[in-house]
């Protein structure tokens, strides 16, 4: 039940009740008496567990408006913790786009020079077949970079993430 308190709020400054007067047989005093303490014990042995276990209450039954503020705080904290994840992981798939569009736009770079290195007649035979060789290296670079995996997704697959886009 609740536990009495005087008219000031405090629960530890109880009196004895009103005063009759007359004759107070000296067994209700002290069964008051018993019971007040009996209430301050269990009251301190509450507050004592309450230090003692960092919580102040064990049910939600026992303080209804802090219950709801920490199941906010509570659902506040996880929803940040989840958020942070999802920058983090947002983050590590953007640098793993990056370093595959990077590799690619190196590797097309590079076929721009062979190209222009090929151009004209000074070229011999052999000169354009190893231009050609590395050429092909770099379309299967390419391609091995359009077929890059983050976390077991094709990066570049678009929504058919479960088959190489390039082949």
Known sequence: GA????????????????IISGR???GMIGSRLNSNIQLQTRMLAKLQEQLSTG???QIASENPASAVR??????????QQQNQ???QTSQSLLSASDLGLATISDALNQAKGLILAGIGDSSTASEREALAIEAGSLLRQV????NTEFRGRLLF???QTGQPPFH
């Open 143 to 146: 391609m091995n970079s359009g």
């Open 70 to 79: 920490t199941i906010t705080l509570q659902k506040t904290l996880e929803l």
């Open 157 to 159: 697959a678009g929504t």
């Open 55 to 57: 919580v102040k209450f």
């Open 24 to 26: 107070i047989p000296k």
């Open 3 to 18: 536990a009495p308190v005087s008219q000031n709020g405090n629960p530890f400054a109880m009196s004895l009740g009103p």
């Open 85 to 87: 994840t999802n920058v």
